[in-house]
């Protein structure tokens, strides 16, 4: 069975516009189901991830149906992804499974194979139980258990996480307490061992495969999640690896890490990485990483003026710097914030940042009068 023919049978919406699936949205018998979900959206798009959402969008069979494509955006890509990868001998364990589709999905397409879903939610719980039913899967269980502290009694031959590492982890996802992600890199490869890399280790067989796609938003932040499985004696093979590249109705285009991962003594350094994230192509050179690739490539970059803001939103305490940037003739105002974003404002090829001084001061002048800045004052370099 094709990917396209078992989403038909699942019944998965599928939206071609924003337009659409909010006019469908609202177009569902349902009202309030439109008013909850539009409040999620809004509260998504501001950087909150919540678990309680996935009890929303997957609490029943019907809404998991409607909503599946929307908040799970990476879904068709990803399927293509395990449809192309013949996985190793075992049963499948797939931790923090939501709706079941995926683990469905491995049902089907290994039906000598057990798989097995756990979940937090029981009702999340209960529409995977109904999903099976649906498609007639007696090879696929469900659980409702914690990840963190979970203990199975097995191991299996593939284990699969998906965008479960920030639902584990506060909520919150990016870049904090930095402002270089390639110069942060060596340190956040060191990060230590966390709830979801310690439950892999239990249960993935010796000769296992572990497959994991995380929302990790910039290098540093894919080097702190391989830093957490490395600590455990779990890496991946970048040869096998990719960003997996996907366009939401709702959210554009997006890349995660599709990382898949095994036991072994070798582990990858901050060069290896940096090369594999920077190896896609032309796609990835429009990315933060490029920009910021362009400032630390450059080492004879004058730092001319540099003025840094402590922010404080509802995502919290941040910080943004903004630089005038001299090297030879060429002149850059470079934007950059701890949470990742990195952004090229102004430039110039002639002059230096003579040139740019005014648009500098006046970058300045509307960042300083931002309702969400506390604190302002001047830094001398990179």
């Not at 189901?33 to 798009?45: G, K, S, W």
């Not at 995380?214 to 960003?243: F, T």
């Not at 991962?261 to 290896?272: H, K, M, P, Q």
């Not at 490029?290 to 450059?298: F, N, T």
Request: net charge negative; with cysteine; hydrophobic share 40%.
């Amino acid at each position: 069975m094709s990917i396209a023919d078992f989403l038909n049978s699942v019944d998965i919406a599928h939206f071609n516009s924003p337009e659409e699936f909010w006019e469908r949205l609202h177009g569902l018998p349902n009202k309030d189901t439109a008013v909850i979900a539009r409040a999620i959206f809004e509260e998504r798009q501001s950087g909150r991830v919540d678990p309680v959402h996935s009890a929303f969008f997957f609490e029943s069979l019907e809404n998991s149906q409607f909503f599946h494509n929307v908040v799970s955006p990476y879904l068709d890509a990803l399927l293509h992804e395990l449809d192309a990868n013949q996985l190793p001998p075992g049963d499948i364990l797939e931790l923090g499974s939501g709706a079941g589709v995926v683990a469905c999905f491995l049902a089907q397409k290994y039906p000598e194979k057990k798989v097995v879903g756990i979940d937090l939610l029981p009702d999340v719980v209960a529409t995977a139980q109904k999903l099976a039913q649906l498609l007639g899967l007696s090879n696929v269980e469900f659980h409702q258990q914690e990840i963190a502290g979970l203990r199975l009694g097995k191991t299996f031959g593939c284990v699969l996480s998906v965008a479960l590492r920030e639902e584990m982890s506060s909520g919150r996802q990016g870049s904090f307490g930095y402002f270089s992600a390639i110069a942060e890199l060596p340190h956040a490869l060191t990060a230590t061992s966390s709830p979801l890399s310690h439950c892999v280790a239990q249960h993935l067989a010796t000769d296992g495969l572990y497959v994991s796609l995380e929302r990790c938003h910039d290098v540093a932040s894919i080097a702190s999640w391989v830093g957490e499985m490395q600590s455990e004696g779990i890496s991946p093979s970048l040869e096998h690896s990719k960003m997996l590249i996907f366009t939401g109705v709702l959210t554009g285009a997006e890349k995660m890490p599709l990382l898949l991962s095994s036991r072994t003594e070798v582990r990858i350094d901050a060069e290896l990485l940096l090369q594999w994230r920077m190896s896609g192509g032309n796609e990835m050179q429009s990315d933060e990483l490029a920009v910021e690739s362009r400032i630390y490539s450059q080492r004879a970059w004058r730092v001319v003026k540099a003025t840094e803001f402590d922010i404080r939103d509802e995502l919290g305490d941040a910080a943004v710097r903004v630089y005038l940037l001299e090297c030879d003739r060429e002149g850059l105002v470079y934007f950059t914030t701890n949470r990742g974003a990195r952004e090229i404002i102004f430039e110039t090829s002639f002059g230096g940042a003579q040139i740019l001084s005014n648009k500098y001061e006046h970058l300045l002048g509307e960042l300083t009068y931002n309702p969400s800045v506390v604190d302002v004052r001047s830094i001398t370099s990179l």
